[in-house]
């Protein structure tokens, strides 16, 4: 098998992983609420004044208010909510894909 054959081998074993399609679903559901990447683009922004102004010992309790604010809402939204433990999981199931692979590669089999 060559590395080309492996690789798709692999990437259609992942795309038929239960947890990843589940992810793959609630990644295109956020993307019908343009409103919650709207309020992730917010919450950077934000967090990028927080940190500059943090940087010059300066403080904004106005902003940080603010960003408290849109952050609980934003992480409170159930759609949210289950598409980061998705992504958590996603996340966990890959970084082990990479340690098995690594493994392999490093054996002297």
């Known amino acids: 098998m060559t590395s080309k ?27 019908k609420h343009p409103e919650l990447a709207k309020a992730e683009e917010e919450l950077k922004a ?19 208010q ?12 159930p759609l949210v909510v289950n598409y980061m433990a998705l992504k ?3 996340n966990d199931l890959l970084v082990n894909v990479e340690s098995l692979l690594n493994e392999g590669l490093n054996s002297t089999d």
């Open 5 to 31: 054959e492996a690789a798709l081998a692999l990437n259609a074993y992942l795309r038929k992983e239960p947890v990843i399609q589940e992810y793959q679903r609630y990644e295109a559901a956020l993307k």
């Open 88 to 90: 958590e999981e996603v």
């Open 66 to 77: 603010d960003y408290t604010r849109l952050k609980k809402q934003f992480y409170e939204n």
């Open 46 to 64: 934000m967090q990028k004044q927080l940190i500059a102004l943090k940087a010059k010992d300066q403080l904004d309790l106005s902003l940080e």
